[in-house]
């Protein structure tokens, strides 16, 4: 049996103080109320490569009366990214 030691003590009471903590805070939580977690089931593991869109830059321009409007071709661009870790 260890002895027991002020570190040994201090990392006990840091261990039971969050363990009664994190019940009261996981109410608290906001972003994982925000996120959407419709694809949860095809995670990505390690290894793999995550295809992340990225949005089209779109220029707000002012119109005189009796002016022309400029059409715009937006196209959606994509980074692929590798899974390095796994959580």
Known sequence: MSTITSANLANAIVKLVAADALPALMGNLVMGNLV???????????????NVPIPPVLVAN???????VTPQNPNLGNCANRAEYAR
């Open 36 to 50: 959407n977690r419709d694809y949860e089931p095809v995670l990505a593991h390690a290894g793999d490569t995550v």
């Open 62 to 68: 002012n119109i005189a009366q009796g002016g022309t």
